[in-house]
């Protein structure tokens, strides 16, 4: 029995250059990216990870033409009207993390309902994270912190953070060749191990992920002991 970790984080990177290699718009890779998404989620909840969190768009992908950006819109209001059931179905609930005064009030609103119609869910946590940056969110604790004017220790710093109450990443994958976190998830992740696989997101399969699970469990985690 390989030891799953609870928490795994994937950066969803390459959808445009896998549909770019195969003279598709950009578009058409990120509606491959977003079926590869949900497939990749179920699986994982399959084989016993408890949370599963998905970069989808940072705060930096706001500057990215507006049209580009108001197709994946559309990708995310899809997914919210196609998936919540089935979510529901699975007893997985969703949690949306990101500034959402960055996006469309829709996308706001359909993420608050998800997460309200999908909270009983008790047998694992889908974590959509939309309009996210980590140096946003660290800031906006940091503020909150001074109005409050005391000092946190880490457990308090940790629950002003957009992923409070959450376990910290126990694997974060990387897919489309770069090795770099962009500016996702950089208190939560101080011991989170990286795994980048050379794949466009799209092109990243459940054997894939397996693959990456059990590169996890042949590691050994010693957070600075001997
Ligand atoms: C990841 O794929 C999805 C988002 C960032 C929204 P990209 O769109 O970054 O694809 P590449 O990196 O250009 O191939
Ligand atoms: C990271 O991918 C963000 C998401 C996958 C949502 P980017 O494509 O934005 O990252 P960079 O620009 O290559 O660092
Ligand atoms: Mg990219």
């Not at 795994?8 to 977003?34: F, Q, V």
């Amino acid at each position: 029995m390989t030891e799953i970790p609870r928490h795994i984080a994937i950066i969803m990177d390459g959808n445009g250059r896998w549909a770019k290699k195969r003279l598709l718009p950009r578009s058409a890779g990120h509606r491959e990216g977003m079926k590869r998404m949900i497939s990749l989620s179920e699986h994982a909840f399959d084989v016993g990870v408890e949370y599963v969190t998905l970069f989808a768009l940072s705060t930096e992908n706001l500057s990215r033409p507006q049209e580009e950006l108001d197709g994946l819109f559309s990708l995310f209001r899809k997914y919210f009207a196609e998936n919540i059931q089935r979510l529901l179905q699975k007893h997985i609930r969703l949690r949306v993390v990101g500034d959402m005064s960055l996006l469309p009030p829709d996308i706001g609103e359909l993420s608050r309902k998800g997460e309200e119609a999908t909270a009983a869910g008790e047998r694992g946590t889908l974590v959509l994270a939309i309009g996210y940056g980590a140096r946003q969110e660290l800031l906006s604790a940091v503020n909150a912190a001074v109005r409050a004017g005391k000092e946190l220790s880490q457990e308090e710093f940790a629950s002003l953070l957009s992923t409070a109450g959450l376990p910290d990443p126990d694997l974060l994958i990387r897919t489309g060749r770069e090795k770099r976190l962009s500016n996702f998830l950089l208190w939560q992740c101080a011991y989170t191990e990286l795994y980048f696989s050379d794949k466009m997101f799209p092109a990243f399969t459940n054997a894939d992920l397996d693959h990456a699970l059990e590169n996890y469990a042949g590691r050994e985690r010693r957070y600075g002991k001997i």
